[in-house]
């Protein structure tokens, strides 16, 4: 399995707070199936100054430490950045990360409670330079939960998104697992990812999240994922099944 949503570098964001934490991590992905990992750390201006140079730096230390201790992970470069409106002169200036640094894909993370005004000129200006936005977890956005019609429009206009494995599985709440199997069912998600930030209370689970995914929809659901990882690493074009909007069903279908 390809994870490529992770917080495993350490000491940087709030995820892996040392290098033990990081190996620990790594142990625990490798026995979970995991074959590599994309290393995303949080870049939010004043909070956290991950640019693309201290990253690559970090992955390469991270890597060695991991090779020295004969653990068969491989660790790739990425980043998460906050949206705002200064991202794709952030990106120019050399201090964003596409994801693998292969210049084809680029995560944007929006704010938890609502989505900015300017998100849709700006996902379009991003495909505008080549590259592709993936809007990461979508699913936990109470603005996209209550109109996943907007999420509908920025797919449809090209956009990527990806849903988070304890989301699958239910492990952020009853409502935010049956949005992310929407997103599933109506083709508004592209990849499944662990975000996982430390074993205690953000572990992977994606082992657990595909089987969820194979009960729901099959083992065409969970082919489709790890294809579209694979393919992202690789910097090819990822599947995109046709979206659709979500429809709310009739209650208790009274109403046939």
Known sequence: MIDIHCHILPGIDDGARDIDVTIEMAKSATEEGITHIIATPH?????????????????????????QQNIP????????????G?????????ELLSLNNGGKYL????PSGHVP?????????????????VIVHPERNSELIENPD???????????????????????????????????????THFLASDAHNLSNRPFRLREAYSVLVKEYGTAAEYY?????????EGKSVIKDTPERIKQKKLFGLFG
């Open 117 to 133: 005004r300017y998100a849709e000129q700006l996902l379009f200006d991003i495909q505008l330079n080549g590259l592709t936005p």
């Open 107 to 110: 995560f944007v993370e929006f």
């Open 225 to 233: 994922f790890k294809e579209n990882a694979e393919l992202l690493v």
């Open 150 to 188: 907007l999420l509908y429009k920025f797919v449809k206009n090209g956009a990527c998104t990806q849903i988070t494995s304890s989301s699958v599985t239910g492990h952020f709440g009853k409502k935010i697992k049956k949005f992310s199997l929407q997103l599933v069912e109506y083709n508004l």
């Open 86 to 94: 200064e991202l794709l002169q952030d990106y120019t200036k050399g």
């Open 73 to 84: 992970l491989i660790i790739l470069p990425g980043q998460e950045p906050r949206i705002d």
């Open 43 to 67: 870049y939010k201006k004043r909070e956290y100054e991950n640019a693309k140079e201290k990253i690559l730096q970090a992955v390469e230390m991270v890597k060695k430490e991991l090779s």
